[in-house]
C-alpha cells in the first residue's frame, strides 16, 4: 500500500522505520517541528531526519490543517495514513481521505489512557499492564475501532522509562500486522467500549509537585514515573525546591502530619504520608536520594542531616 505518515519523537520514527522495512510504499511523511517543551526534548528521534536519508518527502506542521498540506495529501495519493504521536488533531477531511482511512498507534491499552502521556498516568495508577494499539482513527480522538492492541505487564520496580522500553519495541510489530490485516481486505474490528474510556491532558510541572496528602504508595509510584530522563518529582525544604529521585514505602506505619520529615529506615529517611496520617496507620515515604537546588545528588540520610521540620509543596 502507499503509505503516509504523521508522527513525531522516537514513537514516531520507530513507526516509520517499521514501514520503511515493510512491503510498503511510504510517500510522504508530515512531522512537527523540533519543541522545547520538557516531554518533546526527550525520546527525540528526529522522523524528519529519518525521512530524508531514505528520499521521502517531508513537510513540517504544528497541525495539519492547510490547504498546501491537503493538496500535497491528495497527490500523494495515499491507501491509508499511519500516525503515532502526532500532537495535534487531524480533521476529517485528512483522515478520512485515503481509501483505507487512517491507523493511529498508541502507547496505551484503549479505552483506557488516550490523549497524552499514557505509560506517567498508567504509572501511578498503578495499572498492572500497559501496551500499545492501533486503532482506525475517526473524529473522537483516540476512540475508533482497534485493529489489534498488545500488552506488556507493570513490574513491581519498573519506571515509565523501563515501561517506554517496553512499549515502543511494539510499535514495529503492531503496525505491520495492523497494516496487513487492513491490505488483506479485513474491515470489521473491535469496537471500543466507551463506558471504559479515559483520557489524559499534557502533564506540567504541577502534575509532578509532590502532595504529601497522597497515600506513600502512589506517591512511590510518583517517583517511580518521573525517572529520568524525564522531570523529577519535586518537593520543597526550607524553602528550597528539593527533587525526589528514588524512594520506597516505608516498613513501618507513621503518624502524624503529612510531609513531616521524621525518621531514618533502612536507606531512606521517611517523610509522613497521607491524608488520614494523623491516625497512625499509614506507611509513610522513605526518601533514599534527592537532587538539591544547586543540582547535588545525596542519599536521603546524607541530605536530612537532622529529623524534624516538613517537606512542603509550596516554597
Do not use: C
Amino acid at each position: 500500500m502507499r503509505v503516509v505518515m504523521f508522527g513525531y519523537q522516537t514513537w514516531g520514527h520507530r513507526t516509520l522505520q517499521a514501514l520503511l522495512d515493510s512491503e510498503h510504499d511510504v510517500v510522504m511523511v508530515v512531522t512537527h517541528p523540533r519543541s522545547e517543551h520538557a516531554y518533546e526534548r526527550i525520546w527525540s528521534d528526529s522522523v524528519a531526519d529519518l525521512a530524508e536519508e531514505h528520499g521521502v518527502p517531508v513537510l513540517i506542521r504544528n497541525r495539519p490543517d492547510d490547504e498546501e498540506l491537503f493538496e500535497r495529501l491528495k497527490d500523494a495519493d495515499p491507501d491509508i495514513i499511519v500516525a503515532n504521536n502526532w500532537r495535534t488533531w487531524i480533521p476529517p477531511r485528512i483522515f478520512g481521505l485515503p481509501r483505507h482511512g487512517t491507523l493511529n498507534v498508541h502507547d496505551s491499552l484503549l479505552p483506557k489512557y488516550a490523549g497524552f502521556s499514557p505509560l506517567i498516568w498508567a504509572l501511578i495508577n498503578g495499572e498492572s499492564e500497559v501496551g500499545v494499539t492501533a486503532h482506525l482513527m475517526d473524529e473522537e480522538l483516540d476512540a475508533g475501532d482497534i485493529v489489534i492492541q498488545r500488552a506488556v505487564p507493570v513490574g513491581p520496580a519498573d519506571t515509565t522509562t523501563d515501561l517506554f522500553h517496553k512499549t515502543v519495541d511494539l510499535i514495529a510489530p503492531v503496525t505491520t500486522e495492523a497494516l496487513g490485516l487492513i491490505a488483506s481486505g479485513q474491515t470489521e474490528f473491535t469496537k471500543q467500549d466507551r463506558s471504559q474510556a479515559s483520557f489524559f491532558h499534557k502533564r506540567s510541572a504541577e502534575d509532578i509537585r509532590i502532595d504529601w496528602n497522597w497515600p506513600a504508595a502512589d506517591l512511590e509510584r510518583l517517583v517511580r514515573a518521573q525517572s529520568a530522563p524525564y522531570p523529577s518529582a519535586f518537593t520543597f525544604h526550607k524553602g528550597e525546591r528539593l527533587e525526589v529521585l528514588s524512594a520506597v514505602v516505608s516498613q513501618g506505619r507513621y503518624g502524624g502530619t503529612p510531609g513531616r520529615v521524621f525518621y531514618r529506615e533502612g536507606d531512606g529517611v521517611v517523610i509522613v504520608a497521607g491524608a488520614d496520617a494523623r491516625t497512625g496507620r499509614n506507611h509513610g515515604l522513605a526518601i533514599t536520594r534527592v537532587r538539591t537546588a544547586d543540582g547535588r545528588e545525596l542519599t536521603g540520610t546524607e541530605y536530612f542531616s537532622s529529623m524534624g521540620g516538613y517537606l512542603t509543596s509550596r516554597p
